[in-house]
């Protein structure tokens, strides 16, 4: 059996349907659905079972699931970087996967494969390189970062890192993120600006370095994020902590104008305030450094930003009534 915590969730919900492509469908979906529209993920993927996270953690910790398991993936966290709710934060993400890897650790053949994050790099002036050991010297920028490093430092310290791989996820956008209110992407909220007035805001920058719409990330497509996540399945021998982004740093205004030529919309952006307290935990640059990726052994290339813009524009977006 395969787990697959956040299964329901954006990247999760992904990662299971790749899974089914490749002919799995033993797998046990372990999400909190809430009063929203999660649920829908769960349509077009198969899957042997669901458990709420408070009932799979209690059932592992006694033992239900010591057998027949061959790889976890935890990926469920709140991902919310604008929760302020610290206690929430240290119990949800990292309290419950520290739980979660005390079941499992060290279990012969059990593949452990986990969620961190970008935001643990804060402000990135210590870099992207995820050569680099987790540690005080990585100053995350909001409460959500710091809970993913947490986590880092302590599998790095207790030395589970050494059989399991933690992924920083760096932005990832696309296909079946439309539930996350305002944690969607600005790839989506650009396409539905851009649908419903003509024009895509983008916040201006405060920055000497960068103009309006200048400020830089390293932009995955989910497709492009779920094949790395997969060739570490593949790769038992492979552990540690790894960078998933492509590499590029790509302005906000590269991602507008790619929305606008996916739709044929003449471009037009607007650049608006930000919102208070956000200057002071905003990130102006991120880039994957994807050295220690590449020597793991993973050579697929990755999707260009327009191409990825115009496949989750027109073959999803553009397709399914039901996204709003």
């Not at 799979?56 to 302020?84: N, R, Y």
Request: glycine content about 8%; overall charge negative.
């Amino acid at each position: 059996m395969i787990i697959v915590t956040g299964g329901a969730g954006f990247i999760g919900s992904n990662l299971v349907q790749a899974l089914n492509q490749m002919g799995e469908d033993n797998i046990l979906i372990v999400d909190h659905l809430g009063d929203g529209e999660k649920w829908k993920n769960l349509r077009n993927i198969k899957f042997l079972d669901f458990e709420t996270k408070e009932e799979f953690i209690a059932k592992a910790e006694s033992g239900i699931f010591d057998h027949d398991v061959w790889a976890i993936f935890h990926l469920g966290a709140c991902s919310s970087t604008t929760e302020k709710n610290a206690d929430y934060l240290i119990q949800n993400n990292y309290q419950y996967s520290r739980r979660l890897a005390m079941v499992f650790a060290g279990k012969p053949g059990l593949r452990f494969i986990y969620a961190s994050s970008a935001a643990t790099y804060g402000d990135g002036l210590q870099g992207y390189s995820d050569e680099t050991l987790p540690g005080p010297e990585l100053l995350p920028l909001n409460m959500y970062g710091y809970s993913k490093h947490l986590f880092d430092c302590w599998a790095n310290k207790t030395g589970f890192l050494n059989h399991a791989v933690g992924l920083k996820y760096f932005n990832v956008f696309g296909p079946n993120e439309y539930h996350k209110g305002d944690m969607r992407s600005v790839a989506i909220r650009a396409y539905f600006q851009a649908k419903q007035k003509g024009t895509i805001n983008l916040f201006k920058s405060y920055h000497p370095e960068y103009a309006d719409g200048e400020q830089r990330r390293d932009f995955i497509y989910v497709k492009d994020a779920v094949k790395v996540t997969l060739f570490f399945l593949q790769k038992p021998e492979v552990n540690g902590l790894f960078n998933v982004g492509t590499g590029e740093a790509n302005t906000f205004n590269r991602l507008a104008n790619a929305v606008f030529s996916a739709i044929n919309i003449d471009p037009q952006i607007e650049y608006i305030d930000m919102p208070t307290g956000l200057a002071s935990r905003y990130q102006y640059y991120t880039c994957a450094r994807l050295e220690k990726l590449r020597k793991a052994g993973f050579v697929e290339n990755f999707s260009s930003l327009e191409n990825a813009v115009r496949d989750y524009a027109l073959n999803y977006l553009e397709k399914d009534p039901l996204i709003d």
